[in-house]
């Protein structure tokens, strides 16, 4: 649980960092689009990239395949959905140009933490009962 809490305080601190310096824009959903629907966009997102990971995992694959795969699964998600949400997948990601950008991007938070949050969750419970039925 420390390191666990360790990692995710190095992410957001080095997002916040790297925003501040690059003076990165801050991740929010394509005009028109409303933010319950970037919401679920980013939740397809991750639950897709989480599913693709925690299946090589469980099938043993190299951590060369598994980091390859997420390159893909990342890039092709970024290319398709990145006009529309950013395609954060990574509430670390968004919170620090959030944080530098201010008011609009913070209100806009809940997009990216509880959609990519929504979509790991999923994925690991389709993990569990795909493990289940493998067991039975």
Same mark, same amino acid.
């Given at each position: 649980? $420390? !390191?666990a809490a360790a990692y995710v305080?190095? @992410?957001?601190?080095?997002?916040?960092?790297?925003?501040? /310096? #690059?003076?990165?824009?801050?991740?929010?959903?394509?005009?028109?689009?409303?933010?319950?629907?970037?919401?679920? +966009?980013?939740?397809? *997102?991750?639950?897709?990239?989480?599913?693709? +990971?925690? %299946? *090589? %995992?469980?099938?043993?694959?190299? %951590?060369?395949? /598994?980091?390859? #795969? &997420?390159?893909?699964? +990342? !890039?092709?998600?970024?290319?398709?959905? $990145?006009?529309?949400?950013?395609?954060?997948?990574?509430?670390? %990601?968004?919170?620090?140009?959030?944080? /530098? &950008? $201010?008011?609009? =991007?913070l209100e806009l938070m809940w997009?990216? #933490?509880?959609?990519? +949050? *929504?979509? =790991?969750? *999923?994925?690991?419970?389709? @993990?569990?009962v795909l493990l289940r039925k @493998?067991? !039975?």
């Open positions: 649980a $420390g !390191a305080t190095a @992410q957001c601190v080095g997002a916040t960092a790297a925003a501040a /310096v #690059v003076r990165a824009g801050a991740t929010v959903p394509a005009e028109g689009m409303s933010s319950t629907h970037a919401c679920g +966009v980013e939740a397809v *997102l991750t639950f897709i990239l989480c599913a693709c +990971v925690l %299946r *090589l %995992r469980v099938l043993k694959s190299k %951590r060369i395949d /598994v980091a390859m #795969v &997420a390159g893909f699964v +990342v !890039a092709l998600e970024a290319f398709f959905a $990145g006009p529309l949400t950013g395609a954060s997948m990574n509430p670390a %990601r968004s919170l620090g140009p959030a944080l /530098v &950008a $201010g008011k609009t =991007a997009v990216y #933490v509880s959609g990519p +949050v *929504l979509g =790991a969750v *999923l994925a690991l419970c389709g @993990q569990a @493998q067991s !039975a």
